[in-house]
Every structure is written in structure tokens, then in C-alpha cells.
């Protein structure tokens, strides 16, 4: 029998949901204790803002580039993101905005 595939994706859901969960207490922790450390409000008010940033640029790192930047691309974490935007580093394209995503223009005369 051989042995299992430490190398592969996460395919247990039990683990999966295990390994969420620990995120968010790890979280938790964390921000408990650096305001356990400096109880001020701007101490609070600049974490919640930090969460808040990096939470949108994980957002932004999977679900936007996927979605509307390389839909053929599909990230397996931010080392891989990075590595991804060093090699390939998207320019915008010219003419286009979010609202005509999909949407052919007429053309003009």
C-alpha cells in the first residue's frame, strides 16, 4: 500500500473547515493580544483597518484576477499570486471598464 499524497490539495472537508476555523481563532488571538498590549482606540481602529485592507487584497489576488484579469490562471496562495504578477504583470487595456465586461461595443464609423 502506498503511502498518501502529503503534497496535494486539502480534499477533506472536515479538514478543511478545521483549518478555517484555526484562521479565524489565530485572528482572534492575535488581535486580542496586541490590544491587550495598547488598549487605545486608534490601536483598534488601525488594526480593524489593516484586517480590513488585507482581507481586500486577498479578495482582489484570487477572485479579481481570476475573474477579469486571467481567467485561465488559477492561484494556490499569495506566494503563487506574486510569483504569477512578476512574471506575467498585466497592463489595462485600453478602451475597456468594468461595465462593458462582455459586452460588444458597436463599432463606429
Same mark, same amino acid.
Given at each position: 500500500?502506498?503511502? !498518501? =499524497?502529503?503534497?496535494?490539495?486539502? +480534499? $477533506? +472537508?472536515?479538514?478543511?473547515?478545521?483549518?478555517?476555523?484555526?484562521? @479565524?481563532?489565530? &485572528? *482572534?488571538?492575535? $488581535?486580542?493580544? @496586541? *490590544?491587550?498590549? /495598547? !488598549?487605545?482606540?486608534?490601536?483598534?481602529l @488601525?488594526?480593524?483597518v489593516?484586517?480590513? &485592507?488585507?482581507?481586500?487584497?486577498y479578495?482582489?489576488?484570487?477572485?479579481? *484576477?481570476?475573474?477579469?484579469? /486571467?481567467?485561465?490562471?488559477?492561484?494556490?496562495?499569495? @506566494?503563487?499570486?506574486? #510569483?504569477?504578477?512578476? #512574471?506575467? #504583470?498585466?497592463? !489595462?487595456?485600453? &478602451?475597456?471598464?468594468? $461595465? =462593458?465586461? &462582455?459586452?460588444?461595443?458597436?463599432? +463606429? /464609423?
Amino acid at each position: 500500500m502506498a503511502p !498518501p =499524497d502529503r503534497n496535494g490539495d486539502l +480534499t $477533506s +472537508t472536515r479538514a478543511i473547515l478545521a483549518k478555517g476555523w484555526l484562521f @479565524l481563532v489565530i &485572528g *482572534i488571538l492575535a $488581535s486580542a493580544l @496586541l *490590544i491587550a498590549r /495598547d !488598549p487605545d482606540w486608534r490601536a483598534v481602529l @488601525l488594526l480593524a483597518v489593516a484586517v480590513w &485592507g488585507f482581507c481586500r487584497f486577498y479578495f482582489f489576488a484570487f477572485h479579481v *484576477i481570476e475573474r477579469w484579469v /486571467d481567467p485561465t490562471y488559477r492561484f494556490a496562495g499569495l @506566494l503563487d499570486f506574486f #510569483r504569477w504578477w512578476w #512574471r506575467e #504583470r498585466p497592463t !489595462p487595456r485600453v &478602451g475597456h471598464s468594468s $461595465s =462593458d465586461r &462582455g459586452v460588444e461595443k458597436p463599432e +463606429t /464609423d
